[in-house]
């Protein structure tokens, strides 16, 4: 009989022995099952997660010679998945949808239309169910990485379009913008987003949320790029229309962002002051005017005694998620009772959206009906309205502030204007502050496309200059490609500290510094890594560095005088202990480390 035999024989009886038989038996399947999830996200997080399946079509035979230039020739471009290819089956974000969907017979009108012009279109990319939803979190195919802020989700729906374009991965992307799906997560991710007029672009071969609102736009982090995007969907005229340009900011709107936008309020006026064809800027009161000019709208107030003048827009988000809900019921409602008992297999804000009942539909659609009439009145042929894109910085990844009613309901004020208006609109990425991507959206009346993206890509270098020399007046960091790979390799250098990984982690934050060495965080991080690494006088000098930039830097106090303690100089990391608590009369390892030198000193 073997050992092991013998052992269990003897022990039969004993239910101890058997509880750490289980308990050894667990531990087997956990680390079996981690290992197993570690392998599918390192296999899911290729590319940044943004691709629900890769593949490649090339664009259609170059023209002779003699001919003009295909206008996109050699650039790459990727479509969400809610685009009909040929041969593929259009997933829609559900894995239920795509088993019960036999592959498309013809390619989207879109998807053609690019092929040629010249573009290759590399795969499909992950979009959030059934294109509902703003977060960019999709329960069956993950949540794609946000290439600028890895900590934070990359915006919805069309998520995995934004985060190929942010990635580099594409030249451009198309996608969906119901309200607010391409300009939420071009603003997330710190790329350009365009929303067309509504009805401007073909939805022939794209699969439908609400045919009222559903528009197609298109991602790229160059200007001109996304202009000859444009100039190829929307079958424009390489002719430039000369006319005067009337910059109108919605002050009001400013005020209700939560992100320091005010203040780039001023590096536009100041980019326009000296360019032709502009004239003075304008300021008005956004929500008055759509109150005084929308009367349908009253009809659907909550209440008669509004508490603040921008309800006017939570009411005007509400027609817009109406709408919405009314559409995609009568779309799909069919095919999600065909379900039966795997409801499950579909989100809970479908089944409640299919199971609502929409009242007074008439009335929904006048209000979209008076709401292009009374921009076509605000900005005629000229006007260009500036609005912060969103009310609040990117949501932390696994926070239940997604979810949040507030989040929501700023969010949609801000992006119901466009959609309910029809209007066009484009994000436009201005940089960085406080760690978030800032962006601002230039908004002209239905039909003037052209309009709009001729105004960007003549502003647009003048406005980054301004930006750039305009700091001490606008506390926005540079904007250039610096900045952005910098950010990404301290993000890189957090997720090697967070796995023990010292020296993987300086390397990182080192990199990082070379690109911006004016960055408190960069200096006070490597600080952090030099001290794991006991590299003492290292991690001192780090966080002198990050006190001349920043004198109220509590974590470089702490950090330099555990450094100083290691090295023996117990008075001066005394100093640096009482200095935090002089900031932080609270910090409970500042006034533990004090107590502590307080003693060796005595």
């Given at each position: 009989m073997s050992q092991s035999l013998k052992l269990i024989k003897e022990h039969a009886s004993n239910p101890k022995f058997w509880l750490v038989i289980g308990v050894g038996v667990a531990g087997i399947v956990v680390l079996v099952e981690t290992r197993r999830r570690t392998r599918r996200n390192k296999t899911h997080k290729q590319d940044f997660g943004a691709f629900v399946e890769r593949f490649e079509i090339l664009p259609f035979p170059q023209l002779p010679p003699s001919a003009a230039k295909q206008s996109l020739s050699a650039l790459t471009f990727a479509i969400n998945e809610t685009f009909d290819v040929k041969d593929y089956v259009t997933g829609f974000g559900n894995p239920a949808w795509k088993s019960t969907h036999k592959a498309a017979e013809k390619t989207a009108l879109v998807v053609t239309?690019?092929?040629?012009?010249?573009?290759?279109?590399?795969?499909?990319?992950?979009?959030?169910?059934?294109?509902?939803?703003?977060?960019?979190?999709?329960?069956?195919?993950?949540?794609?990485?946000?290439?600028?802020?890895?900590?934070?989700?990359?915006?919805?729906?069309?998520?995995?379009?934004?985060?190929?374009?942010?990635?580099?991965?594409?030249?451009?992307?198309?996608?969906?913008?119901?309200?607010?799906?391409?300009?939420?997560?071009?603003?997330?991710?710190?790329?350009?987003?365009?929303?067309?007029?509504?009805?401007?672009?073909?939805?022939?071969?794209?699969?439908?949320?609400?045919?009222?609102?559903?528009?197609?736009?298109?991602?790229?982090?160059?200007?001109?790029?996304?202009?000859?995007?444009?100039?190829?969907?929307?079958?424009?005229?390489?002719?430039?229309?000369?006319?005067?340009?009337?910059?109108?900011?919605?002050?009001?709107?400013?005020?209700?962002?939560?992100?320091?936008?005010?203040?780039?309020?001023?590096?536009?006026?100041k980019a326009i002051e000296n360019m032709s064809g502009y004239q003075d800027p304008k300021h008005l009161n956004l929500c008055q005017y759509i109150d005084s000019k929308v009367p349908s709208l009253r009809l659907h107030?909550?209440?008669?005694?509004?508490?603040?003048?921008?309800?006017?827009?939570?009411?005007?988000?509400?027609?817009?998620?109406?709408?919405?809900?009314?559409?995609?019921?009568?779309?799909?409602?069919?095919?999600?009772?065909?379900?039966?008992?795997?409801?499950?297999?579909?989100?809970?804000?479908?089944?409640?959206?299919?199971?609502?009942?929409?009242?007074?539909?008439?009335?929904?659609?006048?209000?979209?009906?008076?709401?292009?009439?009374?921009?076509?009145?605000?900005?005629?042929?000229?006007?260009?309205?500036?609005?912060?894109?969103?009310?609040?910085?990117?949501?932390?990844?696994?926070?239940?502030?997604?979810?949040?009613?507030?989040?929501?309901?700023?969010?949609?004020?801000?992006?119901?204007?466009?959609?309910?208006?029809?209007?066009c609109q484009v994000t436009i990425p201005l940089g960085y502050h406080d760690g978030g991507c800032v962006s601002v959206s230039f908004i002209s009346f239905h039909g003037a496309d052209k309009f709009l993206l001729d105004a960007v890509l003549d502003i647009y270098s003048t406005l980054r200059e301004q930006v750039s020399v305009g700091s001490d007046l606008v506390s926005l960091p540079d904007i250039g490609p610096n900045m952005e790979t910098s950010e990404l390799l301290k993000e890189k250098g957090n997720a090697a500290f967070k796995e023990r990984q010292w020296s993987k982690a300086l390397s990182y934050y080192t990199e990082a510094i070379k690109l911006n060495g004016t960055n408190t965080t960069y200096y006070c991080n490597r600080a952090a890594a030099h001290l794991k690494l006991g590299c003492f006088q290292h991690a001192a000098e780090d966080c002198s560095k990050a006190i001349l930039l920043d004198k109220k830097n509590v974590k470089a106090y702490l950090r330099r005088g555990a450094a100083r303690e290691s090295l023996l100089c117990y008075e001066e990391a005394l100093e640096d202990f009482k200095h935090a608590l002089v900031l932080e009369p609270q910090n409970r390892d500042a006034s533990l480390a004090e107590k502590r030198l307080r003693k060796l000193m005595s």
């Open positions: 239309a690019l092929l040629k012009s010249g573009a290759t279109c590399v795969g499909k990319t992950v979009v959030d169910e059934f294109s509902f939803g703003i977060s960019g979190e999709n329960k069956y195919y993950g949540t794609p990485t946000n290439p600028r802020m890895p900590s934070c989700t990359p915006g919805g729906s069309s998520c995995g379009s934004a985060v190929a374009v942010a990635a580099g991965l594409v030249d451009f992307a198309v996608g969906t913008d119901t309200i607010g799906c391409v300009r939420i997560p071009a603003a997330f991710c710190g790329i350009f987003g365009f929303r067309p007029s509504h009805g401007a672009v073909s939805t022939i071969g794209v699969l439908p949320n609400a045919q009222s609102l559903d528009t197609i736009g298109w991602f790229a982090c160059d200007p001109s790029i996304l202009h000859r995007v444009g100039h190829v969907l929307l079958k424009l005229s390489s002719v430039e229309t000369k006319r005067s340009r009337r910059i109108i900011f919605a002050d009001d709107l400013f005020q209700l962002s939560t992100i320091p936008t005010q203040r780039t309020i001023h590096v536009i006026g107030e909550q209440s008669t005694h509004r508490q603040n003048e921008t309800s006017i827009l939570k009411t005007l988000s509400s027609v817009m998620l109406s709408l919405q809900g009314y559409e995609f019921k009568t779309n799909y409602e069919e095919w999600v009772k065909s379900l039966k008992f795997k409801l499950g297999r579909v989100s809970d804000h479908v089944i409640a959206t299919i199971s609502t009942v929409y009242d007074n539909i008439k009335a929904l659609y006048k209000v979209r009906t008076e709401m292009r009439g009374a921009f076509q009145s605000l900005l005629k042929d000229d006007g260009i309205l500036v609005i912060p894109t969103v009310a609040d910085g990117q949501l932390k990844l696994n926070t239940t502030k997604g979810f949040s009613s507030e989040f929501h309901d700023r969010t949609f004020a801000l992006s119901s204007i466009a959609s309910v208006s029809g209007c």
